[in-house]
């Protein structure tokens, strides 16, 4: 299982009213409701994060893991999509990522704030669990998440 995840407007509320706190990473603090529903969708599933961030390239895996880590998120894998070097919008990002895995098998969630997502196809966008950008991943969220995760395993033959 995957989760696709962007940082800026799910884990890092962007209110531009409120300047962000940083750790000595140099990255900001997460929102401790989101790390806390994060933490609920990594235990409930297993999964691996697969970072969607603008920030992805900043760091490499190792890195990710440890800035991760550091605020109590501790998947057993963290990979991120290739650089963006086209500047291609993040749809087109996740598409360009969804075609290079054509036999994908695993179960995935794309958790994001960016509306234009909206658009993806429809067997992506079943997928998306879209976060608002000043509130963060919720609760109620995070159980849709973890529903999309487990859709298969709870299909009825």
Not at 11 to 30: C, H, Q, R, T
Not at 52 to 60: A, E, G, I, L, P
Not at 97 to 126: C, G
């Amino acid at each position: 299982m995957l989760i696709l995840l962007d940082i800026d407007g799910v884990m890092v509320p962007a209110n531009s009213w409120k300047k962000p706190e940083f750790l000595e990473d140099g990255f900001p603090i997460f929102n401790f409701r989101s790390v806390k529903a994060l933490q609920r969708i990594l235990a409930a599933t297993n999964a691996s994060v697969v970072l969607t961030t603008s920030h992805k390239t900043k760091y490499n895996a190792n890195e990710w893991k440890r800035i991760l880590k550091s605020r109590g998120i501790n998947p057993k894998k963290v990979r991120r999509l290739p650089t963006n070097s086209l500047r291609v919008s993040r749809q087109d990002e996740i598409l360009e990522w969804y075609r290079k895995h054509p036999d994908l098998k695993e179960e995935f969630v794309i958790i994001d704030d960016d509306k234009m997502l909206s658009n993806l196809p429809e067997n992506l966008k079943e997928n998306l669990v879209l976060t608002s950008p000043s509130v963060g991943l919720t609760d109620d969220l995070a159980d849709e998440a973890i529903s999309i995760l487990n859709k298969k395993s709870t299909h009825y033959y």
